[in-house]
């Protein structure tokens, strides 16, 4: 369940949403003051895995605007997934 609603304002420790698990039920809370820009995912049952981002938010209202149209990617996040590092070699 959302708190909020995009173009909503938040300061630190409000509720952002109630977060819902098969064992309990959380509230979310901003960690920093800012603006909702975009929410991701929708109110409901649906599942959503974890990692997967849930809202976009900026810290000035001017900024919402340039995420009206932001999808994420199919990697979760918001360009390409990081290369993994090179394996080690091993001398014999």
């Known amino acids: ?8 304002s938040f300061s630190t420790g409000d509720s952002l949403a109630v977060i819902e698990t098969d064992k309990a039920s959380m ?4 960690q920093d ?16 895995n974890c990692g ?15 995420f009206a149209d932001f999808t994420p990617d199919a990697t979760g996040g918001g360009g390409e997934a990081a290369e993994s590092p090179p394996a080690p070699s091993v001398a014999a």
């Open 52 to 66: 997967m981002p849930i809202m976009v938010t900026v810290e000035e209202e001017e900024d919402a605007g340039a």
């Open 27 to 30: 509230d979310f809370e901003a």
């Open 33 to 48: 003051d800012g603006v909702v820009a975009r929410l991701l995912v929708g109110e409901g049952g649906a599942e959503v």
């Open 1 to 8: 369940k959302w708190n909020v609603a995009e173009g909503d």
